[in-house]
């Protein structure tokens, strides 16, 4: 009994040792964090800007300590925010300390529309006579698109480049819903509307492969004419070259086909940089990330901070109303974060940068509103970025100018409605229901039966009045006939490119250029830009994550593309009862 007490108190005593540990593990990180943020960043001449870029990019930059922690603490890239990335790349330009860009993009996570935008600042960078050098030794397709906007692109001597055209995933559910023996009844508007077909198909509809080739193609089409004029390479000779499957050949090849500069070793290629930038063999690069960079003072810099006119830079990224996405949009706070732009009489014009696949299309409808109303005040620019359809184009098209670039996916205007009926799950476990009802439609909608058939075309017609005000919405956003809409709409999803021709978009670019319109369209020549909505402090985000993300962040840090697959199957919970989303995976390698 004496031996059974003394093992059970060093175990007790080691469970609070641990904990301790941890606990002090996990407040040193989190001041190291904090006490590195608040110092004073300083460039020294002759130095390069380090773009690390094989993680997440997310719109904005967040002062997220714990998703910091956790990248930390798992050994992955933190997430950098495309603000800063464009900042730091512009100020660089502009900065004579700042000689070229070291560039590591080899797995990138993001869109291709944000890669386009990353890409485009590099190569108005380049065109200052600074250098920048890529290297990496593995390179996905997005992160070789990227490299490709650099002087050099270099690979490991054994590396891996991935260039062989594009495709699109698509992960269907129907098999297992079935095993599970849960009925998945659908409503929808939208011949196109394909964001239904992975709970009742196994694989993809025709017309469902249509859109896609055609958005995939025309996105394909841009990469390759975008490389060709970077490298020197013809459209003919890439295409060519992506059929032998590059990711299988040896290097010697790739230098062969003129896909890369050239073979080296990490060491090599700081050799080379500091060649480039005086700096002695025995020294150290002088080199600075994008977070320390981005939150630099440059003395030549214009002074805008006393400007009185403003240009508001509203934020609207991920899911609609998405109860179980981490960081998505909440339709009452965005609404509000307009409303208050839309009064403040310092704000001059609003861009409205959308990344988002849509979702509650009630959630929708209160965005519109307030983009409707702030229109009638001030000029209000949409910037799409990797996607805005479906709900993303619906909050999108009462704007004055609508810009996206030529890969963002945008469309989608259809609408539908999933309701999952358990009835077979439930009775598999051994479970029945019985109840009792005042009125016909007293317990509509139920999990636990399927729909009957007044119940059906109860829910048909309320899925068609919505897609009627979907289609007003646009129709009177963009100054056409419903009837137009209608044929452009059904639920199909097209590229920024193929948008321009159907007039669901004004024009192709980047934020800055949305920055730019909404300037010439106030009539200010001098302003400065407000974020928003504003952002947490350090302190405040932590305490948010903990209250309700950290388990998510956590999960999608350790999971991570599986982690989306999970999210989609959870949301089916909480959904909105009419949802304006695009196809629910749609995974462009």
């Known amino acids: 009994m004496n031996k059974f007490f003394k093992y059970f108190l060093a175990v007790i005593a080691g469970a609070l040792v641990s904990v301790f540990i941890l606990t002090m593990g996990f407040f040193m990180i989190i001041s190291s964090l904090a006490s590195s943020a608040s110092q004073e960043v300083k460039v020294k001449d002759n ?192 295409n060519s070259a992506a059929s032998m499957v590059p990711v299988m050949l040896p290097g010697e090849q790739l230098l062969d086909l003129k896909l890369i500069d050239g073979l080296r070793y990490k060491d090599e290629v700081i050799s080379e940089l500091k060649a480039l930038t005086n700096t002695e063999d025995n020294d150290d690069l002088n080199a600075i990330g994008v977070r320390a960079y981005s939150s630099v003072y440059l003395p030549k810099e214009k002074k805008k901070g006393l400007e009185k006119n403003k240009i508001a830079v509203i934020y609207a990224e991920g899911a609609i109303d998405d109860a179980s996405s981490s960081g998505g949009i909440d339709s009452e706070e965005l609404s509000r974060t307009i409303r208050e732009a839309r009064r403040d009489s310092s704000i001059k014009a609003i861009v409205f940068r959308i990344n988002s ?70 009775n598999k476990i051994g479970i029945t229901t019985d109840r009792v009802v005042t009125n016909e439609f007293a317990d509509f909608p139920s999990l636990d039966r399927p729909f009957n058939a007044d119940e059906r075309r109860i829910m048909q017609a309320y899925i068609e009045r919505f897609y009627e005000v979907f289609l007003t919405r646009c129709a009177d956003g963009r100054s056409v006939e419903k009837e137009a809409i209608g044929k452009i709409g059904e639920g199909r999803v097209w590229s920024g490119e193929n948008a321009i021709g159907i007039n669901l978009v004004d024009k192709l670019g980047g934020i800055d250029d949305a920055i730019a319109v909404a300037a010439n369209m106030a009539g200010i020549e001098t302003y400065r830009i407000v974020e928003l909505p504003e952002q947490l402090s350090s302190i405040e985000q932590l305490m948010k994550s903990f209250s309700g993300n950290a388990t998510a962040k956590i999960m999608e840090t350790l999971l991570g593309e599986e982690y989306k697959v999970l999210k989609t199957v959870k949301s089916l919970e909480n959904a909105y009862p009419i949802q304006a989303r695009i196809p629910y995976e749609i995974s462009v390698n």
């Open 47 to 238: 130095s390069i800007l380090v773009l690390d870029l094989n993680g997440a990019i997310t719109e904005r930059n967040s002062n997220d300590i714990l998703a910091d922690l956790t990248a930390e603490l798992t050994g992955s890239e933190p997430s950098v925010g495309l603000n800063q990335v464009l900042k730091a790349i512009k100020q660089a330009k502009d900065d004579d300390r700042i000689k070229g860009i070291y560039l590591e993009s080899g797995m990138p996570s993001t869109g291709y529309a944000t890669i386009e935008e990353i890409r485009n600042a590099l190569l108005d960078f380049r065109a200052s006579g600074k250098f920048i050098y890529s290297f990496n030794s593995t390179y996905s397709q997005k992160g070789y698109y990227l490299a490709t906007a650099g002087d050099k692109v270099y690979l490991n001597p054994e590396g891996m480049l991935d260039f062989q055209g594009l495709a699109g995933s698509y992960t269907f559910y129907k098999g297992l819903l079935e095993k599970l023996g849960v009925e998945v009844q659908v409503f929808k508007h939208g011949e196109f509307k394909s964001a239904v077909e992975p709970y009742i198909l196994d694989k993809m509809s025709d017309p469902a492969r249509l859109q896609a080739e055609v958005y995939l193609n025309s996105m394909w089409n841009h990469i390759l004419n975008s490389i060709s004029a970077s490298r020197g390479l013809t459209v003919e000779e890439l």
């Open 357 to 426: 696949p849509g979702g509650s299309g009630l959630g929708s409808e209160i965005i519109w509103r307030e983009v409707k109303l702030a229109k009638e005040t001030k000029p209000v620019v949409v910037s799409m970025g990797d996607y805005a359809a479906s709900g993303g184009y619906y909050i999108a098209c009462a704007a004055d100018t609508i810009i996206a670039h030529p890969t963002t996916l945008t469309g989608s205007i259809g609408v539908f409605s999933i309701v999952p009926n358990a009835q077979k799950l439930i």
